[in-house]
C-alpha cells in the first residue's frame, strides 16, 4: 500500500494553519482517504461564497468514498477546478485543471489556468497564465501519479502595471472509479528576484478536482 504524505493545503490564511495558533493546531483536520490531506475544520465556513466551495466539497466526497482507479483509459482528459492561497499574501487563485492520461497511460500532463483572484494586497483585478506539468503515473501504486509543475502567472492591478510571477510546485494525485480525479500541490511563487534563492517572494498549498 502506498505512504500517503500529509499534504500542507492549508488554502486559507487561518492561525490554525500556521504555527501563530494557540490550540497547536487542533483545529486542524486530517482528512485520511485516498490521499492524505490536511485543512482547517471550519474550511466550508470560510470558503462559502468563493468559487473554491463546489471544487472542495466534490474532493472530499471522492477522498473519503472514492475508490483508486487502478487503469485509466488511455487518451482520458479530466477537466474541473482548482484553488489555492498564498500563505503571506492571502490572495485565493482559483480556475481551470486540465489532467490528460496519454495513450500508453504512463503519464499525465496537468495543467491549471488562474481565472480569478480574490483579496490581497494591491487589490488584484485580474489573473492570466498558467503552471503545468508532465507527471508519473503508477511510480508508486496503480491509480496514482505525482510530478513536478512549473510556469507563470500574471496579476493585473487596474490601470496599474501588471506583474508575473514564477510557480512551481509538487503534486500529488489519484484517480478514482467513476471517472474523478482529485490531487494537492505545494509550491512556492517568486518574483525575478526571488528565483533560485532559498527565500520564496511566498508559499502555498492547492487543491483540485476534475472528471472525464
Request: with cysteine; net charge negative.
Amino acid at each position: 500500500m502506498m505512504v500517503k504524505p500529509i499534504a500542507g493545503v492549508c488554502i486559507l490564511m487561518l492561525a490554525a494553519c500556521g504555527g501563530g495558533s494557540d490550540n497547536g493546531g487542533e483545529d486542524l483536520i486530517v482528512s485520511d482517504g485516498l490521499l492524505q490531506l490536511e485543512y482547517p475544520a471550519d474550511i466550508a465556513e470560510q470558503l462559502a461564497g468563493t468559487p473554491f466551495l463546489e471544487t472542495f466539497n466534490n474532493l472530499e466526497r471522492v477522498n473519503e468514498t472514492g475508490l483508486v482507479d487502478a487503469a485509466p483509459t488511455g487518451d482520458s482528459i479530466y477537466s474541473g477546478t482548482f484553488g489555492f492561497q498564498l500563505d503571506d499574501a492571502g490572495a485565493l487563485i482559483t480556475g481551470d485543471s486540465t489532467l490528460t492520461v496519454n495513450g500508453a497511460s504512463t503519464s499525465v500532463e496537468a495543467v491549471f489556468v488562474p481565472t480569478a483572484v480574490t483579496g490581497g494586497p494591491n487589490d488584484p483585478t485580474g489573473i492570466s497564465g498558467e503552471f503545468r506539468g508532465d507527471t508519473v503515473l503508477g511510480a508508486v501504486e496503480a491509480g496514482y501519479y505525482s510530478g513536478g509543475l512549473s510556469g507563470d502567472i500574471i496579476v493585473e492591478y487596474g490601470a496599474d502595471p501588471s506583474q508575473t510571477f514564477d510557480i512551481s510546485a509538487d503534486l500529488q494525485g489519484v484517480f478514482a472509479q467513476g471517472g474523478e480525479t482529485i490531487g494537492s500541490f505545494e509550491g512556492r511563487l517568486d518574483s525575478d528576484a526571488t528565483i533560485g534563492t532559498d527565500a520564496p517572494l511566498d508559499t502555498f498549498g492547492g487543491l483540485y478536482y476534475a472528471v472525464d
